[in-house]
């Protein structure tokens, strides 16, 4: 009886044992479970080093985002391109243009004769000089007889549907004579741009009649003159047709014109220098001259009066 009474207590306290061993294990296993779950500390500090990670690698481009937003850098090439695309606007006036290269062939300053055809003020040009009869002085300009044969006949590219008809020009010839012609007749083909055909005693101030062809410069002048400007009208002119020629200007005339109504109407120049109003506008009215230089005179109280030279009391200025 005595060692069975002894027996339980060693039982229980055997289960007691293992009940605190089993609770033990339980607790610690409890433990690490909650360790190692996905919500558990360990995880939180790791997303937050993912997260630290993340943003970093969201910041990091950010140095080398100045690089990408140092493209406005590549735009400065643009902007340095920009005054090389300039550069030959401020440049191109600096180069010499052909004419300017040749010391005998001046070029006119800008606009200082705006209607000048191809005969332009402070240019000279090269050619050559031919001689004929030129009789009483009178050609295809018809200007009619004068006692000054100091006369040329241009060639058609120049003469240029009369345009040239009137103009003084200064001629040189290699020997370093020169005289001074104004143009009253044209010159046909075989005269080549540049070529006039003298007067006998024109090209006599130049050379030998028998030299026949010399090289010669040329140039246009606006010579002093105490003479104005004389105007006609054409044979069979009246009110309802007419042709108007300009006579004695001392700039070549480049345009004439008539009023009409309100304004001005302008008139077309022949190869014959009259300048035509086919329906009789401005016939017998007043005109307005103008010449290459732009320079205008209008003259009042004409009347039609064919074949007549009617002087007026105005003049072109010397330029």
């Given at each position: 009886?005595v060692?069975?009474?002894?027996?339980?207590p060693?039982?229980k306290r055997?289960?007691?044992?293992?009940w605190?061993v089993?609770?033990?294990?339980?607790?610690?296993?409890?433990?690490?479970m909650?360790a190692?779950?996905p919500?558990g500390?360990?995880?939180?500090?790791?997303?937050?080093?993912g997260?630290?990670?993340?943003?970093?690698?969201?910041?990091?481009?950010?140095p080398?985002?100045p690089?990408?937003?140092a493209?406005?850098?590549?735009?400065?090439?643009?902007?340095?391109r920009?005054?090389?695309?300039k550069?030959?606007?401020t440049t191109?006036?600096?180069r010499?243009?052909?004419?300017?290269?040749?010391?005998s062939?001046?070029?006119p300053?800008?606009?200082?004769?705006?209607?000048?055809?191809?005969?332009?003020?402070?240019t000279?040009?090269d050619?050559?000089?031919?001689?004929?009869d030129?009789?009483?002085g009178d050609?295809?300009?018809?200007?009619?007889p004068s006692?000054d044969?100091?006369?040329?006949?241009?060639?058609h590219?120049?003469?240029?549907?009369?345009q040239?008809c009137?103009?003084y020009?200064?001629?040189?010839a290699?020997?370093?004579?020169?005289?001074?012609v104004?143009?009253?007749?044209?010159?046909?083909?075989p005269?080549?741009?540049?070529q006039?055909d003298?007067?006998?005693?024109?090209?006599?101030?130049l050379?030998?009649?028998?030299?026949g062809r010399?090289?010669i410069?040329?140039?246009?002048?606006?010579p002093?003159t105490?003479?104005?400007?004389?105007?006609r009208?054409?044979?069979?002119?009246?009110r309802?047709?007419c042709g108007?020629?300009?006579l004695?200007?001392?700039n070549p005339?480049?345009?004439?014109e008539?009023?009409?109504?309100?304004?001005?109407?302008?008139?077309?120049?022949?190869?014959?220098?009259?300048f035509?109003?086919?329906?009789?506008?401005g016939?017998?009215?007043?005109?307005?001259?103008t010449?290459?230089?732009?320079?205008?005179?209008t003259?009042d109280?004409?009347?039609v009066?064919?074949?007549?030279?009617?002087?007026?009391?105005?003049?072109?200025?010397r330029?």
């Open positions: 009886m060692s069975a009474s002894h027996r339980r060693l039982r055997r289960t007691a044992l293992v605190t089993a609770v033990a294990a339980v607790a610690l296993l409890v433990s690490l909650v190692l779950r919500g500390e360990p995880d939180t500090v790791r997303t937050a080093t997260t630290a990670t993340a943003t970093a690698p969201s910041a990091s481009p950010t080398h985002r690089a990408t937003a493209k406005p850098a590549t735009a400065s090439p643009t902007a340095r920009t005054p090389a695309t550069a030959p606007a191109a006036p600096v010499p243009s052909p004419a300017a290269t040749r010391p062939a001046p070029r300053a800008s606009g200082a004769a705006p209607l000048a055809g191809r005969i332009k003020p402070g000279t040009y050619g050559v000089a031919t001689h004929y030129a009789e009483d050609g295809a300009c018809l200007y009619g006692p044969l100091m006369v040329a006949a241009m060639n590219a120049d003469y240029e549907t009369s040239a009137g103009a020009l200064l001629v040189r290699a020997s370093g004579a020169s005289v001074t104004r143009i009253t007749n044209e010159c046909p083909l005269c080549a741009p540049g006039l003298l007067s006998k005693e024109a090209f006599a101030k050379a030998g009649l028998s030299a010399i090289p410069t040329w140039s246009l002048l606006s002093g105490s003479d104005t400007v004389s105007v009208y054409k044979t069979g002119s009246s309802h047709w108007i020629q300009a004695g200007h001392r005339l480049a345009r004439l008539v009023r009409s109504g309100g304004g001005w109407s302008r008139l077309t120049r022949t190869e014959y220098n009259y035509l109003s086919p329906d009789g506008t016939c017998g009215g007043s005109l307005r001259l010449d290459i230089y732009g320079e205008q005179l003259v109280g004409i009347a009066r064919p074949d007549t030279v009617q002087p007026t009391r105005v003049q072109f200025t330029r």
